[in-house]
């Protein structure tokens, strides 16, 4: 009899165990950081959502959507669309009902750096919350207008527009250092020195460094 008890002590235990090991793989995967290396792997890893690390500098060759909550840990690395390139496209990052942190390590040269024409970031309301959190590093945007058309509003980092009735967007900077400018590629003159914000929405800074206005308004005909 005392020899049954144990062995259904045992069994009891085993049962566990095995309940155990066969949870934690899907929890611990589920919170594991992706670390991507490439457009294609970091473009996966934002629509499963979750923490991303890089682990080597990022060149985008087009526009991506946030839709899912995202922590962006760039470390020493950075994000960049149309530097080197002369990539015409609108916007680097759109984010959209969710909430993306972008984390660096504070040095110059890392963050997210545009050069093309249009903004670094663009948050578009929706009937969800989209929030905007950058803790630090370097972020610029270098628009480039092709002598076509002057630019109808300061060339912006962060750009944001929600329809009416929607949860307007909500930006938050506890550190880092930004710059914007934009400039006549034909006539190589500079058009107006930039903006950090542009737009709708809640825009609170904690901290930070900024070259140009932190904040201006949004054109009527401005792209997001």
């Known amino acids: ?28 995967l589920a919170d594991a950081p992706a670390v991507v290396g490439s457009e294609q792997e970091l473009l996966t890893a934002v629509s499963n959502g979750g923490i991303i690390t890089l682990e080597q ?18 470390g020493k690395y950075s994000i960049r669309l149309g530097i080197g390139d002369n990539v015409d496209a609108p916007t680097a990052i759109r984010v959209s009902g969710a909430v ?17 024409a249009g903004s670094t970031f663009v948050l578009i309301g929706t009937d969800t919350a989209t929030k905007l959190i950058i803790n630090d590093g370097y972020h610029t945007a270098n628009t480039a207008w092709f002598g076509f058309s002057q630019p109808v509003s300061p ?5 944001s527009r929600c329809n009416a009735g929607m949860i307007k967007p909500e930006i938050v ?15 190589q003159q500079p058009l107006n020195n930039g903006a950090v914000f542009s737009g709708e929405g809640s825009f609170i800074i904690k901290a930070g460094t900024f070259a140009n206005n932190p904040q201006a308004n949004l054109g009527s005909n401005s792209i997001c």
């Open 57 to 74: 500098d990022m060149y985008i060759t087009y526009r991506w959507t946030v839709d899912k909550d995202v922590v962006l840990n760039l």
């Open 155 to 159: 060339a912006a980092l962060i750009v």
């Open 1 to 28: 009899f005392f020899m049954r008890k144990i062995n259904g002590k045992i069994i009891s235990v085993l049962v566990a165990v095995v309940l155990l090991l066969s949870v934690l793989p899907i929890s611990a």
């Open 173 to 187: 900077l506890n550190g880092g250092q930004y710059f914007s400018s934009a400039y006549d590629s034909v006539t």
């Open 100 to 116: 993306l942190t972008v984390n660096c390590d504070g040095s110059n040269g890392h963050g997210v750096q545009y050069g093309g």
